[in-house]
């Protein structure tokens, strides 16, 4: 088997890499990111998890520089993003929801271009591309038209140009939405090797499964806010268990049901015609329905979607 190309990086990341600290932002009399705060350490890979309008793209796009604060603080690599926007960019690779690519461009032109632009040397830039396309699986379609790539190239493209300059900290806001599942695992795979090689990466998603998979630790956000924070597991085990029941029933037993829910004190969830009941601290829920007719009683792992339903009282939805 080939092994897999890598891609050198710069050293020098601090340990406490990226700090956020009480930050605001208003539009007007409209709070979308309401006291935030968080740290991410060098190599570790954070999740901002959480449905549209959650304000994780705004969190990120002050991050980024790209949008003042109202108030509060953020560094990356010890640079203030304030005072020192310039510096803090320099160290990032950014990746917004739009992939920005040039459509007069060839593919390797995009990222030669932006690798220039970026303070590489032609030669630099140059040598750079094809380490960035090797490590892509796009070399070869370095001649390419942007618009003969399918939606899921368009994406690695993106990512892929962002690590021209060599970045210590990658920024992805919601970089698999809109992929195809085997586009959006080549993703993961390629972000995966990027963090294993000591890449320190934030980003947001609304999907549980690409927050379980890839994210050390992750955040549940809603309405502006951080709700909790902590590894997958930490937060199943907290809000969830470590297995959520699942409740059919009929018309005739379905009232029955719920009052036997509630006076049993288990944290319960109508999802269409399923009822989903979670005990916390990794207990399992102990139901037993066997004396109403047409009740059926299933058992499933525990999800991030059972931690935003216990947190926010509703399903995590791309909305």
Known sequence: MTPK???TLNNGVPAGVISVRNVVKR???ITVVDGVSF???RGETYGLLGPNGAGKTSTMRMLGAASPLTSGSMSVAGFDVVSQGRDARQVMGIVTQRDGLDSDLPVRHNLEVYGYMSGLSRGAARSRATEVLEFFGLLEREKDDIDALSGGMKRRL???RAFMPRPRVM??????????PQSRNRVWEQLTVL???GVTILMSTHY???AATLCDRVAVMDHGRILDEGTPDELIARHAGSEVAQVRTNASSRLAVLDALKASGYQFFEVGAVINVSSKNGERAGLDFSELNGVRLSYRAATLEDVFLALTGRELRDE
């Open 158 to 160: 993106a990512i892929a």
């Open 208 to 210: 549980m499964e690409e």
């Open 27 to 29: 539009y007007g009399n």
């Open 39 to 41: 740290d991410v350490g």
């Open 171 to 180: 920024v992805l806001d919601e970089p698999t939405t809109g992929l195809d």
């Open 195 to 197: 963090k294993s090689s």
């Open 5 to 7: 190309p890598s891609l």
